[in-house]
């Protein structure tokens, strides 16, 4: 297989269609969904177990593995839990910088305004898992609701003959409150309506299958959620100063997620293009994914584009708005400035994106089909309520009344407009 280089200006209707208008192909399960999510919230356990035979061909024992999660924790080799306790600080770190604070001000005379934030009550975190092992999925999701001061975290992770234990570990190490050995569709349902076992939870993170997805739209507005993700995807702006075998790293690296995986690379140096496809060319056989990568890097929305120019690169980045963006780049911060829609940005040679992946800190639950376009990836306000407080003294009444009543009026709201009336002619005898 070689990575062609593709002339950015010369894209047709159907190929630009394949990178700007993604999806997380959950159209065609939806139905089947449907059926799941209904037989849960109608028969709970049962149905459940049902689902985790049929899908998972396991007989669920405990649906509750929290101690199993403790355990593995206390079990773990010394050297992968100390990974996972410095990923664990770093995302700490980040997320506790995030956290907003309390304001109340005097706004003018006698318009005492503020806002405050409290926690979400409990929440219901997504880790993939089973018999594989994702700990840094297990970080993300959990480390932000703890930090965020969440009363009751709640983890499903499918289940399997024999569970991962680093997952297990990175859970219990993360600060869950309670875990369920459950996957799929059918455990989105049981956090969005409860089970006799699981609890039912306000709100559904992290990232899973097309099913799990599917499941996530299907009881948006009876829990919310944090977005729909798709397939991994990343771009990298390269101009001639970058190593062309760092920017094949990078698309190989998220190339190895899916096959339906979308990784581009974009230049302005036909030189440095056509080096990153022989980069590619000589990396991909020794990666020990190579079939996934190979089919990632054939999708019809991945490739090497060349540019005309860095501002056609940066308007080709901002259509697309990816999940994760490096810039490899000698005025990386200039490029940055130009950019408004991209979940995780990655500047330097020095900074793959498996570092936010893993320990930088950062949050890898990101948007994904062009979503950065209008969101942001999982933080700490993920899991905040705002109020918003005010304290009106006579005075500060006065000098706002008759503006409140004036639009009352305008709107036929007369009841509204009497509650200030009331008050402002006591205000009124009062004063004379």
Same mark, same amino acid.
């Given at each position: ?35 799941? +999510?209904?037989?849960?919230?109608? !028969? ?63 706004? &003018? $005379? ?12 409990? *929440? /219901?975190?997504? @880790? ?23 009363? %009751? ?12 234990? *680093? ?13 369920? &050995? ?25 990232? /899973? ?13 009876? @829990? ?38 979308? +990784? *581009? ?37 991945? /490739? ?19 999940? %994760? ?15 408004? &829609? ?5 500047? /330097? ?14 949050? %890898? ?24 407080? $005010? ?24 009841? %509204? ?7 402002? !002619? ?7």
């Amino acid at each position: 297989m070689t990575v062609a280089v593709r002339e950015l200006a010369d894209l047709g209707p159907d190929e630009r269609v394949a990178f700007f208008d993604r999806d997380a192909g959950i159209e065609a399960v939806r139905g089947d969904v449907r059926g799941i +999510v209904d037989r849960v919230r109608e !028969e709970g356990d049962v149905a459940v177990r049902e689902f985790t035979s049929k899908f998972d061909d396991v007989e669920l024992g405990n649906i509750t593995i929290t101690d199993e999660c403790e355990r593995a924790y206390d079990e773990l080799d010394a050297d992968l839990l100390e990974a996972i306790e410095t990923a664990v600080a770093n995302v700490r770190e980040f997320h506790e910088a995030q956290l907003p604070a309390d304001w109340r001000e005097e706004f &003018s $005379q006698g318009r005492e305004l503020g806002r405050r934030f409290r926690p979400l009550d409990r *929440v /219901g975190v997504y @880790v993939p898992g089973g018999s594989a092992a994702y700990p840094s999925s297990a970080i993300m999701g959990v480390v932000p609701a703890v930090v965020a001061g969440v009363e %009751h975290v709640t983890v499903v992770t499918p289940p399997a003959d024999e569970l991962n234990p *680093v997952t297990l570990a990175a859970i219990h190490a993360a600060g869950a409150d309670a875990v369920y &050995s459950v996957g799929g569709a059918q455990a989105i349902a049981g956090l969005a309506y409860g089970t006799e076992t699981v609890t039912r939870v306000q709100k559904i993170v992290g990232p /899973g299958n097309k099913w799990v997805t599917a499941a996530k739209a299907e009881v948006r507005g009876d @829990v919310e959620i944090d977005f729909l993700a798709g397939p991994s995807e990343v771009v990298v702006i390269a101009d001639e100063t970058a190593n062309p075998e760092y920017v094949a790293t990078e698309l190989i690296a998220q190339a190895e997620h899916d096959p339906n995986t979308s +990784v *581009v690379a974009v230049t302005d140096d036909e030189e440095t293009a056509e080096a990153i496809t022989t980069a590619i060319d000589e990396q991909v056989a020794s990666r020990e994914r190579e079939d996934i990568i190979r089919a990632g890097l054939d999708n019809e929305a991945s /490739g090497v584009l060349l540019a005309r120019s860095m501002s056609e690169a940066i308007l080709f980045t901002e259509s697309y708005a990816p999940e %994760h963006l490096s810039i490899i780049a000698e005025d990386d911060e200039s490029l940055l400035e130009r950019i408004d &829609s991209a979940g995780s940005v990655f500047l /330097g040679p020095n900074t793959p994106v498996a570092a936010g992946d893993y320990a930088s800190g950062t949050n %890898h639950v990101l948007p994904t089909n062009g979503s950065a376009h209008v969101t942001g990836g999982l933080s700490v306000e993920t899991f905040l309520r705002s109020t918003t407080v $005010q304290r009106l003294s006579a005075d500060g009444l006065s000098e706002i009344g008759e503006t409140i009543t004036t639009l009352a009026d305008a709107e036929g709201l007369e009841a %509204h407009a009497a509650s200030v009336r009331r008050r402002l !002619e006591d205000i009124d005898d009062e004063q004379a």
